[in-house]
């Protein structure tokens, strides 16, 4: 897909690559139980989790209280499990910036 050309674009590609990508996303969205039907309920969790506790400011620990599991639906998980996928998360970010930071680059300091 050319940059910058839309969304029909993307359409398009999508059912010229893919002709039975209707099919599939009706028979994906019943399959996992979550509104989005191609991710799966474990990397749904996750992304939750991440997101909640990066947007409230909430300590990592928090998706282990009895606080949580009262009140958010998301589903359980560990403290150990949200810190690997956010250093994951991280991994991924870094490699990002480091494909559109130049290789050399100035930082200035204004008081």
Do not use: Q
Not at 36 to 63: A, E, Q, R, Y
Request: glycine fraction near 6%; aromatic fraction near 12%.
């Amino acid at each position: 897909m050319e940059p910058n050309t839309g969304y029909t674009n993307l359409l398009g590609n999508v059912f010229m690559w893919h002709t039975n990508f209707a099919a599939e996303m009706t028979s994906a969205s019943t399959s996992t139980g979550t509104l989005v039907g191609f991710i799966d309920d474990k990397t749904h969790k996750v992304f939750s989790w991440i997101d909640m506790v990066l947007l409230c400011n909430l300590p990592f620990s928090f998706c282990e209280t009895s606080a949580a599991s009262n009140y958010v639906k998301i589903g359980s998980l560990s403290t150990d499990s949200l810190v690997k996928y956010m250093r994951l998360l991280v991994r991924e970010v870094e490699t990002v910036i480091a494909g559109i930071l130049p290789k050399l680059f100035g930082i200035i300091f204004d008081e």
